[in-house]
Nanobody, 120 residues
Framework: QVQLVESGGGLVQPGGSLRLSCAAS????????MGWVRQAPGKQRELVAA???????HYGDSGKGRFTISRDNANNTVYLQMNTLKPEDTAVYYC??????????????WGQGTQVTVSS
């Protein structure tokens, strides 16, 4: 019914930047919050950042200061600009969204994840 497709991950050197994108498609009526979580090897998933349809943002400890979340409501897309990346930012980054389907059903949807590796 709904797909979240992430892109923009990859290998970057410490101090570098990446911009992740996540686009929702399918039977999307409206999207409430969208966000990013990450999971490093051997660790639990942690919140990076979230943004409401009105543009209010919330950052987890991992996203404060160096990361910026934004969204394009017209295209059902959320972005994560990551600057001054550190090796400890290495993780799989997942997009999630609180979606109201055209049928009226509300669901929580997740993307497949995109790998971010910070290494020299």
């Amino acid at each position: 019914q709904v797909q979240l497709v992430e892109s923009g991950g990859g290998l970057v050197q410490p101090g570098g930047s990446l911009r992740l994108s996540c686009a929702a498609s399918g039977s999307v009526g409206a999207i409430n919050s969208m966000g990013w979580v990450r999971q490093a090897p051997g660790k639990q998933r942690e919140l990076v950042a979230a943004i409401t349809s009105g543009g209010s943002t919330h950052y987890g400890d991992s996203g404060k200061g160096r990361f910026t979340i934004s969204r394009d409501n017209a295209n059902n897309t959320v972005y994560l600009q990551m600057n001054t990346l550190k090796p400890e930012d290495t993780a799989v980054y997942y997009c999630d969204a609180d979606i109201l389907l055209v049928s009226g059903t509300r669901i929580s949807s997740w993307g497949q994840g995109t790998q971010v590796t910070v290494s020299s």
